[in-house]
């Protein structure tokens, strides 16, 4: 118990804990990864002037995530166009929709 309170009285004498902040360079510009805020590119910003700052100091983000790589299944697509094409033909014969929708 004792050990705690020393602990907590020495974060507090010097001025809490200090923490490194993070950034990622994104597609659209960079995200802070503390709070995953998007930082817009503009001296107008408070986020992008300390941003520029931590920059300065010689830190670096992290690099961009590669995108994600979506697998289409060519079998599955074909499944799904010929099921899309008999319910069209369904419509159809039942009047629900005009001859020749497609």
Do not use: C, H
């Not at 507090?12 to 490194?20: F, N, P, R, V």
């Not at 010689?58 to 099921?83: S, Y």
Request: glycine letters at 6%.
């Amino acid at each position: 118990m004792k050990k705690i309170l020393l602990v907590l009285l020495l974060i507090s004498l010097l001025g809490g804990i200090a923490y490194a902040e993070n950034y990622r360079l994104t597609e659209d510009g960079v995200q802070r990864l503390s709070d995953t805020a998007f930082l817009p590119a503009t001296m107008k910003n408070a986020d992008w002037r300390d941003y520029q700052k931590w920059l300065s100091e010689g830190n670096a983000p992290e690099a961009k995530l590669p995108k994600p790589v979506l697998f289409v299944d060519e079998k599955e697509e074909k499944v799904k166009a010929r099921m899309r094409k008999k319910a069209i033909d369904e419509l159809i014969s039942e009047g629900e929709l005009p001859a020749g929708y497609e």
